[in-house]
């Protein structure tokens, strides 16, 4: 069975502090993962990461794929409160499904002034 | 930006009546999902739709559930006989043909089935 384990699962810093959040997976044949911020309600976009190795960067957000040891990491450098969030992993497979994903737990970050 | 549209926002239903969720996805998009998160649990995906079918469905994706596309906007999901582990967000999310990172979601359906 597929299945996508983030860790922590809550985690809370101060603000100035840098975050890594994990996530690691077991899947066939896959395809993408990808990262989300969840604040209230939909999950947004963050990063989509297809090969290891190659790190994604947008501002103070960084991830990366490790495709033989099955894990990424999420880093969230000088964390501002407004990066108080739960932050989901997923995996994009290929095979017969037109792009559903699977999702982690997420890891809820708390972000204190 | 382009947004994927939900209503209602909230919906409370008595158990074992039938509620419509209601999504209109971004207008250019041809790949339609509907997820659901219970609270304090993951986002689990329900089903794909495509080409005016479904393409893929979950196990949780039962007789009790079904997806239309009415007209060339909405689509819906339809969950009959409401249970009351039923009650969670509901996620429809689209996307446009060959573009993974175009994967919108809209911003959810609260269903409390009481």
């Known amino acids: 069975e597929d299945k996508v384990v983030q860790s922590p699962l809550s985690l809370v810093v101060h603000e100035g502090d840098t975050v890594t959040l994990n996530c690691s997976y077991e899947v066939t044949n896959f395809r993408s993962l990808l990262w989300y911020k969840q604040e209230k309600k939909a999950p947004t976009f963050l990063f989509m990461l297809t090969s290891s190795g190659i790190e994604k960067k947008s501002g103070r957000l960084s991830s990366i794929l490790d495709k033989k040891e099955l894990f990424s990491i999420l880093n969230i450098t000088a964390t501002q409160t407004g990066d108080s969030a739960v932050y989901l992993c997923a995996i994009m497979n290929y095979g017969g499904s037109q792009g559903n994903l699977i999702f982690g737990k997420g890891t809820k970050l708390s972000v204190k002034p | 930006e382009p947004e994927v549209t939900q209503t209602p926002s909230h919906q409370v239903t008595q158990m074992g009546q039938e509620v419509i969720l209601r999504c209109v996805p971004i207008s250019n998009h041809l790949y339609f999902y509907w997820y659901r998160q219970i609270l304090g649990q993951k986002v689990e995906f329900l089903v794909s739709?495509?080409?005016?079918?479904?393409?893929?469905k979950s196990e949780i994706f039962d007789d009790q559930f079904s997806v239309e596309r009415p007209d060339g906007s909405n689509f819906t999901l339809k969950i009959r006989s409401t249970k009351l582990e039923d009650s969670a967000m509901y996620f429809c999310?689209?996307?446009?043909?060959?573009?993974?990172?175009?994967?919108?979601f809209g911003s959810g359906t609260r269903l409390t089935v009481v």
């Open positions: 999310a689209s996307r446009e043909n060959g573009n993974i990172y175009g994967y919108t």
């Open positions: 739709f495509y080409n005016n079918e479904i393409s893929e």
